[in-house]
């Protein structure tokens, strides 16, 4: 069967009866003043971390969301976007984008400022977005691209780097695991239907988002997701797996490689009132500066007792050096 039609029936199901915890993982919900989730569209959360960060959402920016579940991320992307058409939705299954439509109806009784006209769904897939070029200011996808095999996962990749306005940001959120996941396990296609086996090490999913062209990539968070335990499995050991939000930026990409933020700062401690590493950095005593990989490494290669450059953390939300 190939992977869109076993995807297609899982989700069909999934829209049809909700399957609470489906790809469910401990970040939280985002819950806002004024915001009432109807519980069968809470119920639908099939997402594996969160792609709503409201620093992202300044300045009316036009949303595509790509692979709707029950639509709760969209009602979370239209309250910081009050206005028809604002959101674009889209979802190869039917029944999921009727599902949406009704949970957003629901919606529509519990909050007073929606309008179900906020998000204009779309039916597509991945692989061929119903948008236009240079379009959208931010494009989102949640637990979804990581069903895809790697031809296929490029593929999407490169259609959200087209929709993308100039510096636009694509967010998502994908389980990512640093074993060998077994041949058998990862060729399964209804495993990796319900997001468990098509998880990547972290390095070779930023690096096929560096080679579609982003030039700047942030690692939002990091988070314990799930195990492949050889009782439940077809596994010899366990395999854990992690959740992974990353955004990446459709800035032009530097001559000397993408900049890759993963929490990593540096702080000088030194005699002087600042050090200039002469490439655009200047550390202030006792001001922890944001920085990239790249950077950090460069810091670290000058092997200077005055300088602390600190392990990523995984949780990068802003500042920086590029
Ligand atoms: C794991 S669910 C995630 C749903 C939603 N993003 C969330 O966080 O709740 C995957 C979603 O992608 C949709 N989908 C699957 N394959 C797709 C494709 N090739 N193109 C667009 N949507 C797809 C499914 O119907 C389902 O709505």
Redesign the pocket.
Known sequence: MSY?KT??DV?RKA?LEPEVG??CTTTPVWQLPGLDIPPRMLE????CGSTIHPRDLVNEPTVLY?????G??LLQFAYFSRRPGAIIG????DE?LDACRANFAEAEKRNPWFRSEFVALRK????HLPVADASVDVAA????FN?FKERELRRALEEMYRVLKPHGRLVMSDPICEQPMPDHIRADERLRAL?LSGAMPLRDYLALITDVGFGTVEVRARRPYRVLSPNRYEVDELIYIESVEVAAIKDPMPADGPCIFTGRTAIYFGDEPFFDDGKGHVLVPDQPLAVCDKTAAALEALGRDDILVTPSTWFYDGGGCC
């Open positions: 869109l995807t297609e989700y829209a489906l790809c639908m959360n099939y997402g790509v692979g709707v579940g029950g709760m991320e889209v979802d190869v299954v999921m597509g897939d991945a692989l996808q949640n637990c979804l069903i997001c």
